[in-house]
C-alpha cells in the first residue's frame, strides 16, 4: 500500500472516529453522500488539541506530512502541518509556562485525549448560505462568523457537543478567497473564545 493511500486511510479514521461523535458533522457527511461527494473533497482542516506538538504530530509526519508554520496566541500556539491531496493538520496545545495557565486545551486533552479531533473544517462557497441550510436542519453555531465578507478567511464553529457535562467537538466552517490557505491568528483565537461561552 502506498504511503498516500496510508494516509488518506489514516485521516478518515480519525474523522470518521470524530463524525460519529459529532451530530452536525453526520448532518453534512450525510447530506455529502447522499449525492456522491463524500466528506474527504471538501475538508479544510483538522485539530488535534494536545500537550506536546511535536510529539503528537509524528504519527502524521511518519506519513508525509510536513511542518508548513507556526501560529501564536495569548495562551496557547500551534503548528500546521501539509501533505499534498490532503486537509491540513493544525495541532495546537497550552503555552508549558505561566502563559498558558488560562488556557482550556489541557483540561480538554486530560478528558478527552490527544487520540481523537477537537473539529474538522468544511470549505464552503458561502458560509452565510451553509449555515442558514444546516441551521435548518438543527445546527446551532456560536458567536458570529470571524473574518470580515469578502475577506480571504471567514469561519464559524458551531455549538460544542457535550459529553459527560464538558464542552467536546465542534464543527467548523470555513470561507476562503483569493486562494488564501493560511490561518489567521487573531481569528483562531476568536475561534476558540466562541466556543468557551458555552
Known amino acids: 500500500m502506498s504511503q498516500a493511500t496510508n494516509l488518506e486511510r489514516l485521516i478518515g479514521e480519525y474523522v470518521e472516529d470524530y463524525v460519529s461523535k459529532n451530530q452536525a458533522a453526520r448532518i ?8 456522491g461527494i463524500g466528506l474527504f473533497p471538501v475538508l479544510d482542516h483538522f485539530t488535534l488539541r494536545t500537550l506536546s506538538i511535536d510529539e503528537r504530530a509524528k504519527e502524521f509526519l511518519s506519513h508525509g506530512y510536513v511542518f508548513s508554520e507556526a501560529l501564536e496566541y495569548d495562551d496557547w ?31 480538554w486533552v486530560s478528558h478527552f485525549s490527544d487520540r481523537t479531533l477537537h473539529h474538522i ?57 483569493r ?20
Open 77 to 107: 500556539w500551534a503548528k500546521v502541518y501539509r501533505a499534498p491531496g490532503c486537509p491540513a493538520l493544525f495541532v495546537d496545545q497550552a503555552y508549558e509556562d505561566v502563559r498558558g495557565a488560562t488556557s482550556i486545551i489541557p483540561g
Open 179 to 198: 486562494g488564501f490557505q493560511g490561518f489567521s491568528p487573531p481569528q483562531a483565537n476568536s475561534l476558540m473564545q466562541s466556543t468557551m461561552k458555552e
Open 121 to 177: 473544517a468544511i470549505l464552503v462557497e458561502d458560509i452565510e448560505a451553509a449555515m442558514q441550510r444546516l441551521s435548518v436542519k438543527g445546527v446551532v453555531f456560536a458567536g458570529t462568523i470571524v473574518g470580515e465578507r469578502g475577506g480571504d478567511l471567514r469561519q464559524i464553529f458551531s455549538v460544542p457537543e457535550q459529553v459527560d457535562g464538558q464542552a467536546y467537538s465542534v464543527l467548523e466552517l470555513t470561507e476562503r478567497h
Open 28 to 35: 453534512v457527511r450525510d447530506a455529502l453522500e447522499e449525492i
